[in-house]
């Protein structure tokens, strides 16, 4: 058995008879490992107080290609975020991401991507600069980016052309011009390509153009939200949540527990 030594973020962790703990770990250059705690909760134990969600770690363990559980060996607190905790809104909000990229990691695939994007959207949350929602859904669309399901925002999905606003009423809750937009079709479409996706079976909708627009802004970190109103904010929020539900095919538990 090989001893494999990385830095780790806890996803998930189960009772293993009366003592032991397993866990699920996103690693930075292993990918996803599920390893036994032997006596974790055990007075005495090393893991004592180690291994918990949320806190970046370096573990040690006796990798084996024929086993389903490692063995972990060492474990050791390399960053402890208790801030997270202490406010209810982080605190779901922490679980969101980390519900997600439970989701997206897979064993023996290494992601440095997704291990990077989940530690610095803790790490924002640990800061407490920057709203748990808007934190949540930059992490989304960062996360679409890394499992290259990225929406087009500015140009057509299908052809790579301009996609102007598209004529139609204005929504009294989202004012202002409105684009064809189609989660299947892989994002916004300009006239001709909408009407090709709709005659092909897609489902073709609209969206504000300025919803795409301060989508592209939180591209780059929940720090673009500081002046996003909270309504924009909740209309990109609604717009992140349902092209990854479209794609992931799934509804994450702990979406409804976070609050708006």
């Given at each position: 058995m090989a001893i494999v030594r990385d830095r780790a973020l806890i996803l998930r962790r189960y009772p293993f008879s009366e003592s032991s703990l397993v866990v699920h770990a996103c690693t930075r250059d292993r990918g996803r490992v599920h390893l036994l705690a032997k006596g974790a909760y055990r007075p005495t134990s090393r893991y004592c107080g180690v291994l918990d969600l949320l806190d970046s770690l370096e573990i040690e363990w006796a990798e084996s290609p024929h086993r389903e559980l490692s063995n972990l060996r060492a474990g050791s607190i390399l960053l402890r975020r208790r801030a997270i905790p202490d406010d209810l809104g982080r605190w779901l909000a922490a679980n969101q991401v980390l519900e997600l990229a439970d989701l997206a990691s897979r064993p023996a695939h290494p992601d440095r991507p997704l291990f990077e994007?989940?530690?610095?959207?803790?790490?924002?949350?640990?800061?407490?600069?920057s709203r748990p929602e808007a934190v949540v859904v930059a992490f989304e669309l960062a996360y679409l980016d890394v499992l290259g399901l990225?929406?087009?925002?500015?140009?057509?999905?299908?052809?790579?052309?301009?996609?102007?606003?598209?004529?139609?009423?204005?929504?009294?809750?989202?004012?202002?011009?409105r684009?064809?937009?189609?989660?299947?079709?892989?994002?916004?479409?300009?006239?001709?390509?909408?009407?090709?996706?709709?005659?092909?079976?897609?489902?073709?909708?609209?969206?504000?153009?300025?919803?795409?627009?301060?989508?592209?802004?939180?591209?780059?970190?929940?720090?673009?939200?500081?002046?996003?109103?909270?309504?924009?904010?909740?209309?990109?929020?609604?717009?992140?949540?349902?092209?990854?539900?479209?794609?992931?095919?799934?509804?994450?538990?702990?979406?409804?527990?976070?609050?708006?």
């Open positions: 994007l989940l530690e610095s959207s803790l790490d924002d949350l640990q800061a407490g600069s990225s929406p087009a925002l500015v140009e057509c999905a299908a052809c790579g052309g301009p996609a102007p606003p598209v004529p139609t009423a204005s929504s009294p809750a989202a004012p202002g011009p684009v064809a937009f189609s989660a299947g079709a892989g994002g916004r479409l300009c006239r001709a390509c909408a009407d090709e996706a709709r005659a092909s079976g897609r489902r073709v909708g609209t969206l504000p153009l300025e919803t795409l627009e301060d989508a592209l802004g939180l591209r780059g970190g929940a720090s673009a939200a500081a002046a996003l109103p909270a309504e924009r904010l909740a209309r990109v929020r609604e717009f992140a949540d349902r092209f990854l539900d479209y794609h992931l095919e799934t509804r994450p538990r702990t979406r409804a527990r976070v609050p708006a």
